[in-house]
């Protein structure tokens, strides 16, 4: 059985608040020291791979439910 899109995207999407949550708490003094931004970048790119198997997963269900009919 294979692993659904939809819940490889839930699972980047927690790594990807995960990577949020530390890079709130590397911020010191200011929000532009290196470790925040990388783990913004970081952060935002599993958001987007978690938006892309979403679109991905509804995909999918469209053709599985046209090949039915």
């Keep these: 059985m294979r692993i659904s899109p939809l819940f490889n995207a839930f699972v980047y999407f927690l790594i990807g608040s995960v990577f949020v949550y ?9 929000v532009l020291n290196g470790i925040t931004i990388l783990l913004t970048i970081v952060a935002s790119l599993e958001y987007g791979a978690s938006i892309r198997l979403i ?15």
């Design 55 to 69: 679109k991905l997963h509804r995909r999918m269900k469209q053709q599985n439910n046209q090949t039915k009919k």
């Design 22 to 30: 530390f890079a709130y708490q590397s911020i010191e003094d200011t």
